[in-house]
Every structure is written in C-alpha cells, then in structure tokens.
C-alpha cells in the first residue's frame, strides 16, 4: 500500500536532503534568497487554501506567522538546556533535528491554536469585512508581542540558535504542498471548493460550510505559524514590525498573482515576487539608468503595484488560476 | 394511516409586520409525489425554505420522520434526509460535472480529514467508491458521457438534471425542486416530469414540486397543495384541484359582486 504521491514527497525530500548538503557552495548572498523563497513558498500555498480554495480573504497571515516565530523561537530560547540535555545520548545531529522538529511544531500549533480562536468568530465575516478583521488581528499580535518583555518587546527577540538550512526550509515547503494538494484533490477538501463556489447550494449537500472555513484558517495559520518559526531561526532576529500588514499584503500579492486556487501559480508567483524586489535593486544601480528611474525602481512597492494592476486589467484571474470562482448573481 | 414522513402543523413566519405562511399544515407520506402550487409571491419558497431551514417558523412544528427539524441548520437537515434543487440553479461553477456529484458525497465520508491529509489507508478505497456510485448516477441521468466538462457549460436542461443528480447523491428520503420546469421547452418539460416520476420510482423517495407550470404539475402529482397569500387554500388529488372554485379565484380573479382582484 504505497502510493504515488506519497513516493513523490519522499523523493523530493530525499532530493532535498541532496541538494542541501551542497549548501556550502552557495554564496551568503544567494543563500538567504532561496531560503526567503521557500519559506514565502510555505507562506503562499497556505494563504492560497484560505483566500484562494474557500473563497475567504485573510489579511492577517504575517500576524499568524509571527505567533509560530515567537513560539517556536521561545521554546528554543527558554526550553534549550533541559531538552538538549535530554536528547544529548542521540548524537548532535539527531538531538537537534528531533529539538527544531518541536520547536517547529510547537510554533505551527501555537499559530493554529490563534487561527482557531481568530476564525470562530470572524468567518461569521464574509468579504471586506472578514479582511479587516483580520487585518486588526495582525496589529494586535503586533501591539501584544510590543509589550510582552520576555519576547524582547519592540527592540525585538534574538534567536541564538539558527537551526534553519535549506533543507528544512524545503522539506517543509514540499510538505506543505503536498498537504494542501491531498486536501482539495480530495472528496473530503472538496468542501472546501464549495464553500467558495456556493455556501446556499454547499449547505443544501450537507456541508457545514462554518466548519470548512475554521478548518481553512486554522491549517493555514499552522502553516505560517511553521514558516514563523523557520523564518525566526534562519534571520536569528525577529521584531514585530517585520510582521505587519504589509507582510500580509506581499503574501496576498503572492496568492493574487498566481491565481487563486491554484498551487502551481502560487508556487510560482512566490518564486518570482521573491526574487523581483532583488532584481529591481540590482537594476536600479545600473549606471546607465537615468537617476529618477533608479530611484523609482529601488521602491519596490511602485513597480508591484503597477504589476498587479497591469495583471489585474488583463489576467483577473492570476497567472495560472484556471476556473476560478466567478461572479455570483444574486 | 402511517405516520407522515414530512409533517407541517400550523405554520407560521413573520417577517417583520408580514405573514409571509401562516397556519399551514401539510404533511407529506414516504415515496409520495406532491406538488405546492400558487400564483407568484404566495409563499411556496418561503415554505420550502421552511422546511429546508433557511428560516425558521415563526411557531407551529416541522417535523421529519417524527422528529422536529424547525429552525436547524441546512447542512444538519440535509443529512436528515430532506435534499433540494434551487429555483434559480445553483451549482458549484468552478467544479467539474462530476466534482458537483463528488461533493455531495462528503457528508457521507467515513474518512475525516486526517486521512485526506495524508492520503491514509483505506483513503484510496472510499474515493473509489465514491467515484464509481458517482459515476453511476451521472450515467442513469445521461451524464456519464460530459463528466469531466466544466457544469457551467452545460445546457439548461442538462444543469437542471445535474443539480438533481446531486441532490440525489446525499441520499435523501425526500427531495424538494424548486420550480424546475422553470425556463423550459414543451419537450423539456415533458422529459422533466419522465425524470421526476423515475426519480420516485427508481431511489423510492417522496418528491415535493414546487411549479408554476400546470401541466407539470397536474400531469405527475398524486395530491396538490394550493398556496395563496400564506394560506392554504386549497389540497386534494389534481381532478379536484383543476375544477376547485377557491383556486380558480387565486389565479384568475374572479369578479365577485364588483371587487375585482
């Protein structure tokens, strides 16, 4: 009883680990790129079940992403000695695998506990106004972890540990893909597409459509939530200002970009969103650019968004979104 | 006489100042197929959006299969047993012919979510087998052969079925259509009501039929149930129905001592 897809993830995993012992050569620079790309890779298959499979729009993923940071760099903060102590018999490599896997895991569950308590009462919510009350629930976490001492307030919270590698990054980057396809290539997920197409008609099959959506906006914060907590160990320094609404923004540009509901355009509008404000930078030193035109590209919120309402007027529905939700009648 | 299987006592919804039903009572026996009929805004959708909980009773009792389903959610009654078409059709747009059927079998899944996560054991089995009992209802309703077209490409007829065939796949006991001859040609509206009587026969359920349409209606239903101003007028076998001097008055007016209608 093994199946395709399932061999598929172990190969890409072992893939992964491959590739990830050759992470030495690669240059600092180029490093933290991939790195970033993988994680908003996490980042954006998860909103995508959220604002792209259920129809929702969620604009707090970054404050959902900040509780798993926080979370999981507290545990590896305040948890490190007795727990290492503990795990020490197994040999380093295997005592800090097993120790980052908790943290990890600690950092999605804490940010799915929070998606859980934000989801019950706000997908009561639909539209604009679920939108804002996520937005407002992105800026409490801010204004909380602001005061909360013991997380560094707003001088921010510094991870001695950097656990994060390549390998993590992606490994979690191909589990979650792979969770998020299995979910609405199911019968099961597929009730997450009628919560988006039709609640009336959804509800008439029997679907309670609240649930789907709290079960939408939990696993995608626990998905931010890990990418929270990778993101913490790989920078070292987290500070809440680094998950404000604009992170949220760059994550829905993603979903936006590569077509709601669709992985693959996701996965791909991550890529490139990741990579473009680095482009822009390079060509805004150009020499042979005229200076306004450098000075206008090295703002990278000016060309996004003059990319997402070019895209907006000519390909509504994203790069690959395909058969998208269309227009109710009333 | 058995007990009913759909039971309405005295029911009554208020909107505001507005009696949109009130004090109707209908009940309706297993494998039975019963039509409610009346002009336009006399209440028959407020009804089937009664009984389908989109509202809830003012007072008077619902009650299915002797339990009282009054003001419970859609999606709980729905797995009671009590399945419904829309007047103005609404299937899952962005979903495959088939993926409409498919979705309807989720209620029925014995396998949660943890298993659609990680692909469990036994997983493979169920999507199995819901494909092939999903399949075989497209196939009886001559679906089979566009299966894997987009349903928004469908033609009318072929839209309407679809949304039966679906409410078919929650295995009801008793399914309620919403106008469903609405919008349709003289040879739709027959093969309409072939469907409607082979949908009784065939899954053994009781049918209740919203319609404006006459011929349908007369033509399939065992006993009608005539709506007018909330208020029941008029319930009895068609030949009674056609020739009832109450609901002659409803939809033609009748000019009674000068107060026209």
Known sequence: ?330 | MSEPLLDLRDVTVQFGGLKAVSGFNFSIHHHELAGLIGPNGAGKTTIFNLITGVYRPTSGSIRFEGKSIAGKKPYLITKRGIARTFQNIRLFDSMSVFDNVRAAFNMHLRHGIAHALWRGRGLAAEEARIEEQAGELLDIFHLGEVRDASCASLPYGGQRRLEIVRALATRPKLILLDEPAAGMNPTEKTELMDLIRFVQEKFDIAVLLVEHDMRVVMGICERIAVVDYGVKIAEGPASEIRCNQAVIRAYLGVDDGGSAT
């Open chain 1, 1 to 330: 009883m093994f199946e395709r897809s399932k061999a598929i993830l172990l190969i890409a995993i072992a893939g992964i680990f491959a590739v990830s012992r050759f992470s030495s050569h690669i240059g600092p620079y180029y490093y933290d790129i991939i790195l970033s790309i993988g994680i908003n890779i996490i980042l954006a298959v998860s909103l995508n079940l959220v604002n792209g499979y259920t129809g929702q729009f969620s604009l707090g993923h970054a404050g959902f992403m900040s509780v798993g940071a926080y979370a999981a760099a507290s545990f590896t903060t305040y948890a490190a000695g007795p727990f290492l102590r503990v795990l020490a018999p197994l040999g380093p490599f295997a005592s800090v695998t097993i120790f980052f896997g908790l943290a990890l895991s600690i950092g999605g569950l804490a940010a799915g506990i929070a998606g859980l308590l934000v989801g019950i009462p706000s997908l009561r919510l639909k539209g604009d106004y679920l939108a804002i009350v996520t937005l407002g629930f992105g800026e409490i976490i801010k204004v909380v972890i602001e005061n909360v001492d013991a997380l560094g307030g707003a001088r921010g919270f510094s991870v001695a540990s950097g656990y994060t590698n390549l390998f993590w990054v992606y490994a979690m980057a191909a589990v979650t893909i792979y969770i998020v396809l299995n979910l609405v290539n199911s019968t099961y997920g597929h009730g997450f597409l009628t919560v988006r197409d039709d609640e009336i008609a959804a509800e008439a099959v029997g679907i309670n459509t609240t649930k789907f959506k709290v079960l939408a906006f939990t696993l995608a914060a626990f998905f931010a939530g890990i990418a929270g907590g990778l993101y913490a160990h790989f920078k070292q320094y987290i500070n809440p200002e680094g998950f404000n609404f604009l992170k949220s923004v760059d994550i829905v540009t993603m979903v936006i970009l590569g077509g709601m509901g669709s992985t693959t355009g996701v996965v791909i509008a991550a890529i490139l969103l990741t990579i473009l404000p680095e482009w822009l930078r390079w060509l805004s030193e150009r020499p042979y650019l005229p200076h306004w035109l450098g000075a206008l590209l090295e703002n990278r919120m000016i060309p996004y968004s003059l990319l997402l309402i070019l895209l907006m007027l000519t390909r509504p529905q994203g790069l690959f979104g395909g058969a998208g939700p269309k227009p109710k009648k009333a």
